[in-house]
């Protein structure tokens, strides 16, 4: 959690005080409080998911969140999202500890509906999407990083 947030900080910098810039004024970004907390709140988040295919805080988060919202979607009738969401949901148990969802592919692969459904949907909120897919590809980072799989010898134990 801490290093999720402290990627979402650096993450924020980033896109506050580089020549990317722009993409941020689009979005409406730096005069948005909620947008601001959103970086934080999802950096997060997707610091924490790697870790659902384990017995962690980060499975009981996970599905606190997916539980309740399959019963919405089985109650409003979409049978095929409620599907769909039922089989992503076994995904962490049929893999190993420290399994695919510690790839480094995974960091990219994961956070890319934040990116999809907008761009098919909406394409109007596009530019928020595509910091908040950044705050959730630096947060998943951040996971890696402390786990020691992007540097050999970078490693926080615990
Ligand atoms: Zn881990």
Redesign the pocket.
Known sequence: MAGGTLFGGIFYALIAYLPIQRLAETAGLLQNWQAIFAIFVIAMLFGLF??VDTNSKAQDLFFAIVFPLNIVLLATDKIQASAYLGLIAMLPVVGKH?GWT?KKWAMVIVPLPILLIPYIYNEAILPISTIYYGAAVSGYFS?LLF?GLIFKRFRIKG
Do not use: A, C, G, L
């Open positions: 790697p870790d420290r510690h996971h786990d």
